[in-house]
């Protein structure tokens, strides 16, 4: 059984900073990328990284670029997002899932897992 748990999340004022962390039980053979997602009240779920387990290159929303960094610490099967210079826009509840494909112009379309979630408050 695959789990996913985040952590990370807080409150922050508008130009700070924040790491998530999505640390998983095991990656099964078919998962090939990491994402993060992120739901604000009343919006639909967006895209916001993603990173593939090969060398190929990283998506991230064009609403985060230069700002979120998205990696992998392969050891101990953990994610991360660096979340810098952040807006009160970026807040919402921020979602790591497993994928079995990234792509690099968008985020991954089919979810293998979620993990439960961790809130972001940029005030």
């Known amino acids: 059984h695959v789990q996913l748990v985040e952590s990370g999340g807080g409150s922050v004022e508008a130009g700070g900073s924040l790491r998530l962390s999505c640390v998983a039980t095991?990656?099964?053979?078919?998962?090939?990328?990491a994402a993060w997602f992120r739901q604000a009240p009343g919006k639909e779920r967006e895209g916001v990284a993603s990173?593939?387990?090969?060398?190929?290159?990283?998506f991230y929303a064009d609403q985060v670029k230069g700002r979120f960094t998205v990696s992998r610490d392969r050891g101990q099967k953990t994610v991360y997002l660096q979340m810098n210079d952040l807006k009160p826009e970026d807040s919402g509840m921020y979602y790591c899932?497993?994928?079995?494909?990234?792509?690099?112009?968008?985020?991954?379309?089919?979810?293998?897992?979620w993990g439960q979630g961790t809130q972001v408050t940029v005030s």
């Open positions: 095991r990656y099964p053979a078919n998962v090939n990328c």
């Open positions: 899932a497993a994928s079995p494909l990234c792509f690099s112009t968008q985020p991954p379309q089919r979810i293998y897992v």
């Open positions: 990173m593939p387990f090969t060398a190929h290159s990283p």
